[in-house]
């Protein structure tokens, strides 16, 4: 069986690394790491410390015996756009053709700023046409990336939109039920991308700038503490909540939790609901979250309580085989919705980039 490419997903607090390796049918785990990144070295995507981010995946990587050299990387943020078009059925030339023209017409950068690749969902349709998935990634960006992993000493072979790679993480650690629409939030440190699956094909992807940090932003404005402090109470409250250390954090913590996991999830259903009205016949049958900001408890509910459908943190590592002699489960289980992305990442294979 083909050997995995080693997952990483570069975020803007932390570094999140997956190695799968072929067992059989299922899959194991060969290495799995999180390394802080220091504040400021990403803003909006765009990397402003290259040194620094280049160090942590070193340190990384040295922390956890990393072997391999292989990795996929996901971009995401506005620098990318996803977008799913229906044409006219066609092939070969005459495709590539047509896809440059929608490139043109669809994309709001020029062409020479932006790396583009597509693939065809639905060759037919019943009324002829054909259903294609065209991403498109800001050139000066993905190259970015690519320098800070070469850097390190790694080989970049593919770059995914993490929209992708959390759909690829849920089809691998769950799957899809037949004719289901799936919601995918992956609520991250600066801004959560929603991803819309159905039938197991991508339907709508949306990048919001909410996250962790305005949870961690609102305690700051409310309680007058620092950054630092605020952080360690939005950790503090989550954990409070959960039926620990409840007597070190202030109740007016949990009453912030509240009211931004509230507002937090009347943007996500905004977004929901904008897919919902377009589609024909679509019924969202489960939302399944992932990150770190996820593990605040307020959230899940607020979601499920706006949304009247079953909210479910996504363990991406359900089905993989997990040597407890080499890994803290305990440890994996809580940060298994921080790995989703670079799970997602971890299933690609060299020979995808082909």
């Known amino acids: ?152 000493g790694f080989s970049p072979i ?52 909410i996250g962790g940090h305005t949870y961690t932003e609102a305690i700051q404005r409310h309680l007058g503490v620092s950054l630092d402090g605020a952080e360690a109470y939005k950790v503090g409250g989550a954990y409070a909540a959960l039926g620990a250390q409840s007597d070190v954090v202030p109740q007016e913590v949990h009453r912030i939790l509240w009211q931004v996991s509230e507002q937090v999830a009347e943007e996500f259903q905004r977004s929901i609901d904008f897919y919902m009205n377009d589609a024909i016949d679509a019924r969202l049958g489960r939302i399944y979250l992932s990150g770190g900001s996820c593990l605040v408890p307020q959230l899940p509910k607020a979601i499920q309580d706006r949304s009247r459908v079953p909210v479910e943190i996504i363990n991406p590592f359900a089905r993989v085989v997990v040597d407890t002699r080499r890994f803290d489960v305990d440890y994996l289980r809580v940060n298994a919705p921080v790995a989703t992305i670079a799970f997602g990442l971890a299933q690609r294979r060299p020979k995808d980039f082909e």
């Open 158 to 209: 593919i770059v995914d939109a993490a929209a992708l790679a959390l759909q690829n993480a849920v089809e691998g650690g769950v799957g899809f039920a037949a004719g289901e629409a799936v919601a995918i939030i992956n609520v991250g440190a600066t801004y959560s991308t929603l991803s819309i699956v159905s039938s197991g094909r991508p339907s709508f992807n949306r990048d919001l700038g």
């Open 1 to 152: 069986m083909a050997k995995q490419c080693i997952g990483l997903d570069i975020g803007s607090s932390a570094i999140k690394l997956v190695q799968l390796k072929p067992s059989g049918r299922v899959m194991g785990l060969q290495n799995f790491g999180i390394e802080p990144v220091q504040p400021q070295t990403i803003v909006d995507g765009v990397i402003l410390n290259h040194g620094a981010l280049v160090d942590a995946i070193k340190n990384l990587a040295k922390r956890i015996h990393l072997k391999g050299k292989d990795m996929a990387l996901a971009v995401s943020g506005n620098s990318v756009i996803i977008k799913r078009l229906t044409i006219p059925s066609m092939e070969g030339a005459a495709l590539d053709e047509q896809m440059e023209w929608e490139v043109r017409q669809n994309i709001p950068f020029s062409r020479e700023e932006v790396l583009v690749d597509y693939e065809v969902l639905i060759k037919q349709t019943p009324t002829g046409q054909m259903e294609v998935l065209l991403v498109a990634a800001k050139r000066e960006i993905v190259q970015q990336y690519l320098q800070v992993v070469r850097d390190a």
